[in-house]
Structures are given as structure tokens and as C-alpha cells.
């Protein structure tokens, strides 16, 4: 996976201790990430929409592994959970080094076809909750002189039939 290389090299730095993970642990992109993130020692603070996910993720990884990671099921779009998942993160693991706003969703339909509150939804997940997440996490992020990684989709340079409004998100 492309997003392991710059991850890894960010945090081959000792000083880099706690990681939050955000939305899209269940699936994609970031589950390549997570477990070289928890074998290389690192804490992770994973959130999902889907709780049950989380759990199967959580449940495979060692019981000292375990112990380096905490799962909260989540949405983005919710600003209050939002803010309670960053406290708890800081609380447990004292303080934020790096984080990863990996939420996203699509919707693949004809264009002329497809639903307006689709497309809404794309808009207020995909680049919504980025911005919640970085509003969050921007001062633990400044105190420790931290990283955030964006991720982004291929669908960012390129056009895919039935996927115009992923496509704009």
C-alpha cells in the first residue's frame, strides 16, 4: 500500500508516540496501515462508523498489541462524539504525534441519475469530516509539533464512469 512507506518513515522517530486513526478503519486504506503502525510500537486511537469491524480488528491483534490500541465506533458528522474521541485519545495515551483523517464514503451512480442527498453525503463525510477531524486534533497536533497525512483517492486524479461526485470529493 503507497500510504505505508511515508507513514513509516514519519514514524521512525522515537518521539512519535500516539497515532489517531480516523474513520475508515473498518475498511480500506488504513487497514493496510494500523497493524505495522501497532507492531512497530505505537499507540493507535482507531474510530469507524462500523463498531463491530473495530472489534474484529482489535480482536486479532495480540493481547500486547491490544493494549497499544484503543476503538470507538463513530461518525464524523458528529462533532461532540468527535470532540470525545479526541479527549479520550489524549487522555489515555498524553497527547497527539500524528493524525490520519482517512474518512470517506462513495456513491457510484449514473450522474443524471443519482440523488442529490447522495451526493450531499459524500460532500459532508468526504470533506466535512476531514475538516472536523483536523479542527480537533490541530491543537494537540501544534503542542506536540505534529503530523497530519492525508489521504487521498485516485478517483482525486482521475475520472471513473458513475463516480462524478466521488470523483469531486
Request: proline share 4%; glycine share 8%; charged share 15%.
Amino acid at each position: 500500500w503507497p500510504i505505508l512507506w511515508p507513514l513509516q518513515c514519519m514514524l521512525a522517530s522515537p518521539h512519535c508516540v500516539c497515532v489517531f486513526v480516523h474513520v475508515g478503519q473498518s475498511c480500506g486504506h488504513c487497514n493496510a496501515c494500523w497493524p505495522t503502525l501497532i507492531v512497530s510500537g505505537h499507540q493507535v486511537f482507531a474510530t469507524a462508523r462500523r463498531q463491530k469491524a473495530l472489534d474484529d480488528l482489535h480482536a486479532s491483534l495480540t493481547e500486547s498489541a491490544r493494549n497499544r490500541m484503543i476503538v470507538r465506533s463513530m461518525d464524523v458528522l458528529d462533532v461532540e462524539a468527535h470532540r470525545s474521541a479526541v479527549q479520550e485519545c489524549l487522555q489515555a495515551f498524553g497527547g497527539l504525534d500524528v493524525m490520519v483523517p482517512n474518512a470517506g464514503l462513495g456513491r457510484f451512480e449514473n450522474m443524471a441519475t443519482a440523488s442529490l442527498d447522495d451526493w450531499h453525503t459524500m460532500v459532508d463525510v468526504n470533506i466535512k469530516g476531514v475538516l472536523n477531524t483536523t479542527h480537533l486534533c490541530l491543537p494537540a497536533l501544534i503542542e506536540s509539533r505534529g503530523l497530519i497525512v492525508n489521504i487521498g483517492s485516485v478517483a482525486s486524479r482521475n475520472v471513473f464512469p458513475n463516480r462524478g461526485g466521488y470523483c469531486a470529493t
